[in-house]
């Protein structure tokens, strides 16, 4: 689960990371009225969304004074950013933070995230910090520090002391990046976060260590133990099929290619829209049945992935191990009765049962191309795109 910009900032202040004064507003006036309680000197105004890239796509713009916050708000709420984060479609500004200008004096980046490779957490740390970290990663990677923490040791002090040491700190802000770099540390264990990012953190003219911005990503199978946590979840940022796709316990997730994927099972899944890729496709959707496929779901399944305007065919793709393919071709092809499908289906059943599931769907009066293993289903769904027959 992504959360906000000024709840990441909330989370981390609770582990000892310092940032700046700021508070949150869904109106211009509501925004000059929290300019004003800083006392005056400038103030920034930054949009919050889901998405990185904010500032090259105007969602960040300093205020000089309450008038121009109030403007600037004013220009950034209900604004739809695109970043390369959104995708083509964007993001509509709903929330704006309102922070207290800083006079800065170098940015830092620092971040921790799972290194599936070796299974264990690893942390970074850059001089580098700003808007172009992708580009530094990609074009210098030397300049970015890591370390691999053992989950068995936890993070301990030394390696605190190395990541400061590295980054150049000296006296004052030395003791602060200690712990601001335990802090994130912690934060990114404590919350069961996927990510953690400080991008940039920054030494101000008077050596203070504070996180400019902030970024993290909770494992949405740990929000059980963090209901305070999952308080925070903003629908509006989510795309709605893949909120309303949950709510019937489908795992879903927006693409945009134009064949949609229904599987039971996310390696099976993976794989499908794998040989779309390679058949020369583009697939529409992740879509996760589950194992225990049924009507209802593959109903349901259907219904969602039609919701796509820029859907021309679709793949069922289910292999019969716990459920029976007979099972699951009698849930389709009620589904297909139930759902107005105006594009071709293309199936392919294996496992349990198969020969019973194909011969239920030959049987029936749904118009359906059977496939008989992935790479004959990829063509078939690409040639029903292309109009051909396969």
């Known amino acids: 689960m992504k959360i906000h910009e ?75 950013l695109i970043t390369p984060q959104t995708g083509p479609e964007g993001k509509k500004v709903h929330k704006v933070l309102v922070e207290k200008g800083l006079d800065i004096k170098n940015e830092y980046y620092l971040g921790i995230a799972l290194d599936r490779s070796v299974g264990k957490p690893v942390f970074m740390a850059s001089t580098e910090g700003g808007m172009d970290i992708e580009e530094v990663a990609a074009k210098h990677p030397e300049k970015i520090f890591k370390k691999t923490i053992d989950p068995l040791i936890g993070f301990q002090p030394f390696m605190a002391r190395k990541i400061a040491f590295t980054l150049g700190f000296r006296g004052e802000a030395f003791k602060q990046a200690v712990g601001i770099i335990t802090g994130v540390y912690n934060a990114y264990i404590q919350c069961d976060a996927s990510i953690v990012e400080v991008n940039p953190l920054v030494l101000t003219e008077d050596e203070k260590l504070l996180a400019l911005d902030a970024k993290m990503t909770i494992d949405d199978n740990a929000l059980f133990r963090h209901p305070d946590i999952a308080e925070m979840r903003d629908i509006a940022e989510e795309h709605p099929l893949e909120v309303e796709a949950e709510k019937y316990n489908l795992s879903y997730v927006q693409l945009e290619g134009n064949i949609g994927c229904m599987v039971n099972g996310a390696g099976l899944a993976m794989a499908t829209m794998d040989m779309i890729k390679k058949a020369g496709g583009s697939p529409a959707n992740f879509l996760d049945i589950g194992g225990t496929a049924n009507t209802k779901t593959v109903t349901k399944g259907l219904e969602i992935i039609l919701k796509y305007k820029d859907v021309k065919a679709i793949w069922i793709n289910i292999f019969g191990g716990i459920v029976r393919c007979d099972r699951v071709a009698a849930g389709i092809i009620q589904a297909a009765k139930e759902v107005d499908i105006k594009v071709p289906l293309v199936v392919r059943l294996e496992g349990t049962n198969a020969e019973e599931g194909h011969e239920l769907l030959k049987q029936s009066d749904v118009e359906i191309i059977l496939a008989d293993r992935m790479k004959d289903g990829a063509e078939k769904v690409l040639a029903a795109v292309q109009g051909k027959k396969k």
Do not use: C, M, W
């Open 6 to 80: 000024y709840q990441a900032k909330e989370l981390l202040r609770r582990y000892g990371v310092s940032v700046p004064e700021g508070a949150v507003a869904e109106t211009a006036e509501e925004a000059r009225r929290i300019a004003q309680g800083f006392g005056g000197g400038s103030v920034v105004i930054k949009a919050q969304i889901h998405a990185g890239g904010r500032g090259k796509a105007g969602g960040v713009k300093v205020a000089k004074t309450l008038n121009e916050a109030k403007d600037y708000a004013n220009e950034i709420l209900g604004k739809t």
